[in-house]
């Protein structure tokens, strides 16, 4: 997959631009030979020492750097040939805007390796061809609107965009748009591949992935302040999604006071099947009660920058949810 994603870079229209390829796996050789192998002089190789994991490897790319503009393109993923270009073009359009990002197409893998295209983009193409996400959004309860691999960043020195090195790389997304400066800008065109693969981070590590979602959603529920009502619509709304994140809901109010309004919203059928799934898994029920004390940097972070983002939007009178 790193040589795919080499070759859409080495394919854009937009030409001036220099690339680190991080290698964070001391022992494996292949980056640096691939790297040694395609010649460009653009192109560089940081091999780690030592394995740094996602989160680290990612805060690296947020040191100071000369450039205007710096992205990350992720090596399971690839760009169209105009990525940059267009991404440019909608940031010279949109000064306001530091973070940008470009809906990707949905590649799945397949046992051998191959990838299929699987007809669907992470949003509609239809509509307008920018859009402008303020906080708070739905998807921001537990989750993030952005996406990492098609994403163009105006480099601003003064700010710091480092998030805590623990969270899984399925994470990384929803901790750091705690952290992004209002607003955000969607380009609709699909300029970026997203790759489904077989086996994630995710899977590998599913109870640290539940817990940093049910953080996320008791930081949202406790900073926002919202009536009873509100979050009664906001828990009947996840129904309609696909998973519905009610299990998410449930394990935020094991955690956090303010969110255990949700064991009202919640059916018997809803309630049932949650505490089969924690009979289940006691070991993850365990790391769920002691969440807020065992991953207390985790819960910091996301209460602290959420409690900005709210700030923020009262200031700017944007503290209203899409749904």
């Keep these: 997959m790193l040589p795919r994603a080499l070759e859409s870079?080495?394919?854009?229209?937009?030409?001036?631009?220099?690339?680190?390829?991080?290698?964070?796996d001391p022992i494996d050789k292949f980056p640096?030979?691939?790297?040694?192998?395609?010649a460009d002089p653009r192109i560089s190789v940081v091999n780690h020492p030592v394995n740094l994991g996602g989160a680290a490897t990612m805060n690296a790319f947020y040191a100071p750097c000369k450039e205007e503009f710096i992205s990350i393109l992720e090596d399971d993923n690839w760009w169209e040939p105009e990525f940059l270009e267009e991404m440019l073009r909608a940031a010279e359009k949109h000064p306001n805007v530091m973070v940008l990002w470009a809906n990707m197409k949905l590649w799945k893998e397949c046992k051998d390796g191959s990838f299929i295209f699987t007809g669907r983009t992470t949003y509609p193409e239809e509509g307008i061809a920018y859009e402008e996400f303020w906080w708070p959004d739905e998807r921001q309860i537990m989750g993030a609107v952005h996406s990492n691999g098609a994403c163009?960043?105006?480099?601003?020195?003064?700010?710091?965009?480092?998030?805590p090195?623990?969270?899984?790389?399925?994470?990384?997304?929803?901790?750091?748009?705690?952290?992004?400066?209002?607003?955000?800008?969607?380009?609709?065109?699909?300029?970026?591949?997203?790759?489904?693969?077989?086996?994630?981070?995710?899977?590998?590590?599913?109870?640290?992935?539940?817990?940093?979602?049910?953080?996320?959603?008791a930081a949202f529920v406790r900073e926002a302040g919202w009536p009873r009502e509100r979050l009664?619509?906001?828990?009947?709304?996840?129904?309609?999604?696909?998973?519905?994140?009610?299990?998410?809901?449930?394990?935020?109010?094991?955690?956090?006071?303010?969110?255990?309004?949700?064991?009202?919203?919640?059916?018997?059928?809803?309630?049932l099947r949650w505490i089969a799934g924690l009979a289940k898994r006691p070991r993850f029920l365990l790391k769920l009660l002691r969440a807020k004390r065992e991953c207390?940097?985790?819960?910091?972070?996301?209460?602290?920058?959420?409690?900005?983002?709210?700030?923020?939007?009262?200031?700017?009178?944007?503290g209203s949810l899409k749904a």
């Design 32 to 38: 640096e030979e691939l790297v040694a192998r395609v």
């Design 9 to 24: 870079l080495r394919s854009q229209t937009f030409k001036d631009w220099v690339c680190e390829v991080h290698n964070d």
């Design 296 to 318: 207390a940097e985790w819960w910091e972070f996301l209460r602290s920058n959420t409690a900005q983002k709210f700030f923020e939007a009262r200031a700017n009178r944007r």
């Design 152 to 163: 163009l960043i105006r480099n601003k020195l003064d700010t710091d965009l480092r998030i």
């Design 232 to 271: 009664a619509r906001i828990f009947r709304h996840g129904r309609t999604h696909t998973p519905p994140p009610t299990n998410t809901f449930l394990n935020a109010a094991l955690i956090e006071g303010s969110a255990r309004y949700f064991f009202l919203f919640a059916t018997s059928k809803e309630l």
């Design 165 to 217: 090195p623990t969270p899984l790389a399925a994470n990384i997304e929803l901790f750091r748009e705690r952290i992004f400066p209002d607003p955000l800008l969607l380009v609709r065109k699909p300029l970026g591949n997203f790759s489904i693969t077989l086996s994630t981070d995710r899977s590998a590590n599913d109870w640290s992935y539940g817990i940093a979602m049910a953080l996320s959603t």
